[in-house]
């Protein structure tokens, strides 16, 4: 993705516009524990904080948890970003639990789905809630965030930033209702020159009227907030019904004995597709019966895993973020 200079200052002067109610120049310490060459951690983290004059505290080993930890009691840090799976390994760890979050005014999740269950224990241990932002890398990336001061996390990516507009669209284009499924595609000065020598696949991801199609299935609701069902290419086709991974993995790791979850689909002759759900157990006891029995409850039937695996640990990018493709292959 070719992003220009006028694309990167654009959306590090939106964003600071975002957070300037919140955060004092000057002042703030901020967790850096993406690589900086991550879209996230460059824009958000180097160039946002660092314009309001904020320290950036880098975590150059972000896997090492005893490590990681152990740097952050140091510091009486501000503001924290991350992705759903460091959040997740981070609050179920007793050390971390026992730091002091006094300091801690705005945590930020991008990357991918920030997971209810994880948002939830984010509050109960720091006491501040877990806030989901979306960009991508061809929207330099920041598109939408959620006010600074929800008291709560809300499943949502928030509302459109400054100079930005977001809109729900089907596969012709066309805007749908409220409320209804569809790709989401955004406007504004943050968005991609295109793809670099790629002017095919360029303009595949161009709307007649100057949208970027994400990629990515969204709703809008009445109040103008956005929330991701899941990226179009990881649907799952069950009997001609749409399956999205991340519902099923939302209410798998809601289980107290699942760490972490990813679904994927399998084909079937029958249906096409059938569900199978990949589980790092938080609790060894957990069985595949269990597994099944609990997404009954919490599922319509032709949601439910059909298949169970456990495994030691789920294939992630180095930002953490989990590869449903590697488990796909």
């Not at 080993?61 to 799976?85: C, H, M, Q, Y």
């Not at 005014?105 to 939830?120: F, N």
């Not at 990226?231 to 809601?254: A, C, H, Q, T, W």
Request: proline share 5%.
């Amino acid at each position: 993705a070719e992003l220009t200079h006028k694309n990167i200052v654009a959306n590090m002067l939106q964003a600071r516009a975002w957070i300037k109610d919140e955060l004092t120049d000057g002042q703030e310490i901020v967790i850096t524990p993406l690589p900086l060459y991550h879209i996230f951690s460059l824009t958000a983290n180097c160039f946002v904080f660092s314009s309001i004059g904020a320290m950036n505290v880098l975590i150059t080993n972000p896997r090492d948890i005893p490590g990681f930890i152990k740097e952050l009691s140091k510091w009486k840090f501000s503001a924290f970003t991350g992705v759903n799976t460091l959040f997740n390994v981070l609050v179920n760890n007793p050390d971390f639990q026992s730091l002091d979050f006094s300091g801690l005014k705005v945590t930020l999740g991008g990357g991918m789905a920030v997971q209810k269950a994880v948002a939830e224990n984010w509050k109960k241990v720091t006491g501040k809630p877990l806030i989901e932002a979306y960009g991508l890398t061809e929207t330099s990336p920041a598109a939408s965030i959620n006010p600074l001061n929800i008291p709560e996390y809300n499943g949502k990516i928030g509302v459109p930033i400054s100079s930005t507009i977001l809109k729900i669209i089907d596969d012709e284009e066309n805007d749908v209702a409220i409320g209804e499924r569809g790709e989401i595609a955004i406007k504004g000065p943050q968005v991609m020159k295109g793809y670099w020598n790629r002017p095919e696949e360029t303009a595949k991801v161009m709307t007649k009227d100057g949208f970027f199609k994400t990629g990515d299935i969204g709703t809008q609701d009445e109040n103008g907030f956005f929330q991701i069902v899941d990226r179009k290419k990881d649907m799952i086709l069950v009997s001609g019904f749409n399956v999205y991974p991340n519902e099923i993995e939302d209410v798998v790791v809601s289980h107290p004995k699942v760490l972490e979850a990813a679904a994927i689909g399998i084909p079937n002759e029958k249906s096409g597709e059938i569900v199978k759900i990949f589980i790092v157990k938080k609790d060894s006891s957990l069985t595949e019966d269990e597994v099944i029995t609990y997404c009954k409850k919490e599922l319509t039937g032709y949601k439910v895993p059909k298949l169970v695996e456990f495994k030691t640990e789920l294939p992630k990018s180095n930002v953490g973020k989990i590869l449903r493709k590697d488990l796909r292959e």
